[in-house]
């Protein structure tokens, strides 16, 4: 896939952003590909995007990874489960996402909304995005180095802005 607005080199210097060093770009350029697929099994509502099926499959991946981690600190059946479902919530998802610059990056069949991000506005959509780009990570570099990004990079993101909104909820 070419992305119309934007250069392999952008799409790498996003990656370095976050900790990814791709093996292969390509994978990540495709989390971004938010170009509405059309089906004969669509219903009426059903929108279903060019980067749903690796958001699907990076939501699990970041769901075992986080269980994994937390897991590792703390043994605990209840507090496995709290502190995942906290970590990978919607709002922590798609705030990592906007302050890390994923916004410009999304491309749509017309191209217009790419830039304004309109497209992709709300914060399941954005988590959905945020997801996709778990799954490229691990597609390109494999559970192991899945594992090494979240507990290197997101885990510490996810974490201040967890407490932060916690912090803003009292």
């Known amino acids: 896939m070419i992305h119309p607005k934007k250069e392999e080199s952008e799409f790498r210097s996003l990656a370095k952003k976050i900790g990814y060093e791709p093996n292969n770009i390509q994978h990540f350029i495709e989390a971004f590909d938010c170009q509405r697929i059309h089906s004969d099994s669509d219903g009426a509502n059903r929108k279903n995007y060019g980067y749903s099926a690796m958001a699907t499959v990076g939501d699990a991946v970041l ?70 780009v778990v799954f490229a990570i691990y597609k390109d570099l494999g559970l192991q180095g899945a594992q090494n990004w979240v507990k290197n990079w997101f885990i510490e993101i996810a974490l201040s802005n967890y407490f932060h909104q916690a912090s803003n909820n009292v």
């Open 63 to 132: 769901k075992f990874i986080l269980a994994e981690c937390i897991f590792e600190w703390v043994g605990d059946k209840g507090r496995i489960t709290q502190m995942k479902a906290e970590l990978e919530k919607d709002d922590i998802l798609s705030t990592i996402a906007k302050k890390n610059g994923f916004k410009g990056f999304y491309y749509t069949e017309s191209a217009k909304y790419a830039s304004s991000g309109s497209m992709i506005s709300n914060k399941k959509e954005v988590s959905n995005q945020f997801e996709a």
